[in-house]
């Protein structure tokens, strides 16, 4: 799967990751609709991490299509509102 963070890079990340890359993008949706704005920069904060952490990064020259692409890591909590609604950014894993 492939993730990119907006002004940052593009990361491939193994398919079994897709899990609880959902998990935590639900728990930053929650936080949002919850109206948690502490939460939220703890959940965002964790998902980006866990990206960054588990994936690789791709060269600028792999053209790749993104599967998610989640915002920038300065995405401001009351912009966040707009972005983590409803389902989320990552999509159930199938």
Known sequence: MIVRISEEAQYELADDLHARLNELDDATVAAVDGGDEEGYN???????????????????????????????VDLT??????????????????
């Not at 866990?50 to 053209?63: H, K, M, Q, S, Y």
């Not at 909590?77 to 199938?94: H, Q, R």
């Open 42 to 72: 703890r959940a965002f904060t964790a998902l980006l991490a866990f990206v960054r952490e588990n994936g690789t990064v791709l060269a600028d020259e792999d053209l790749r299509g993104s599967e998610v692409i989640l915002p920038p």
């Open 77 to 94: 909590f009351a912009e966040a509102g707009e972005d983590f609604t409803g389902e989320g950014l990552v999509p159930d894993p199938a």
